[in-house]
């Protein structure tokens, strides 16, 4: 039986690879000392793996493929076939940032101002390269965990932290100077596994799954009655991706008008609707948008 071997990252993006891979048709089923989760799909086996070390492990075949961030790719310089790009994080559908902080209070203001200076992070290779294309000499230490607290604890000069918000490098007292890189989470497949047709099938299979249902996140459907009358000034409300789906209620001068929206929409379009005649309006959630 053909069999593809998928890593499901570890830690902070485990969470939100679960509930998309739910959506997406697969229920991965973890406890805290399997490292080999079930999954309700005969042809794959998971693996539970840091997204640090994802892309070593798929650049070498332990895994077929796996999920991961563009920035750990580029940290281990692998050699690996990017499938897709999935542009959600632990928190929500935008990419993370690397970023240069400093104390607060400190005097260091731009890039130039760290030659000399040590930096502190656990992206030490790209940090490495980033400094020295720029011509700066900087010290670059790994760090094992909290790295915002090394500048307080005077470890190091600056730190280099990946961040959604920055709210949690503020709330550590330092501020955010430079951006060096955006990160997105990927998926990865090895290179030979890419070749097997099977394998390739399967990967963009998963693929295509997972960014309909990132897709879907953020939109709803609307359903409702409209009189064929008030039905112009109705089309005219809807915000869709194509044009409505509507039907002929039976044996009525009634529509029915169906639709997919963005679901920050909803709030102000619900009333409008109402106001121009629409009646029984149903909203409901999607798991996948293709």
């Known amino acids: 039986m053909n069999l593809l071997k998928l890593g499901i990252p570890k830690g902070s993006l485990q969470k939100a690879t679960l509930k998309l891979f739910g959506k ?20 794959l086996t998971c693996s539970i793996l840091r997204a640090q070390e994802m892309s070593i492990y798929v650049e070498n075949g332990t895994i077929d493929a796996g999920l991961t961030g563009r920035d750990w790719k580029e940290e281990n310089e692998s050699d690996v076939v990017i499938a897709a790009d999935l542009i959600y994080s632990k928190l929500s559908q935008s990419p993370a940032k690397w970023v240069l902080a400093v104390s607060a209070d400190s005097d260091i203001k731009e890039l130039g101002d760290l030659n000399g200076k040590k930096i502190s992070t656990e992206l030490v290779n790209f940090t490495r390269k980033y400094f020295a294309q720029k011509g700066i000499d900087v010290k670059v230490e790994f760090s ?32 955010i100077i430079h951006e060096l890189m955006q990160s997105n989470t990927i998926l990865i497949a090895n290179k030979q596994a890419w070749e097997d047709p099977w394998k390739r099938t399967k990967i963009q ?9 990132l897709k879907a996140e953020n939109m709803v459907g609307l359903k409702m009655n409209v009189p064929k009358e008030r039905l112009d000034g109705i089309i005219s409300l809807l915000p869709s991706i194509t044009s409505p789906t509507m039907a002929n209620l039976f044996q009525s001068n009634w529509v029915s008008v169906e639709v997919m929206i963005h679901k920050e929409k909803v709030r102000e379009l619900i009333p409008q609707l109402i106001r121009e005649g629409a009646e029984g309006i149903i909203e409901y959630p999607l798991n996948k948008v293709i």
């Open 144 to 175: 094992w965990g909290t790295t915002e607290a090394k500048v307080a604890a005077g470890l190091a000069d600056a730190i280099v932290e990946v961040t959604e918000t920055g709210s949690t490098i503020k709330a550590h007292g330092l501020k």
């Open 24 to 43: 997406s048709g697969w229920n991965i089923s973890i406890t805290d000392r399997n490292y080999f989760p079930e999954i309700n799909d005969e042809t």
């Open 205 to 213: 299979t998963i693929a295509l799954l997972l960014k309909g249902a």
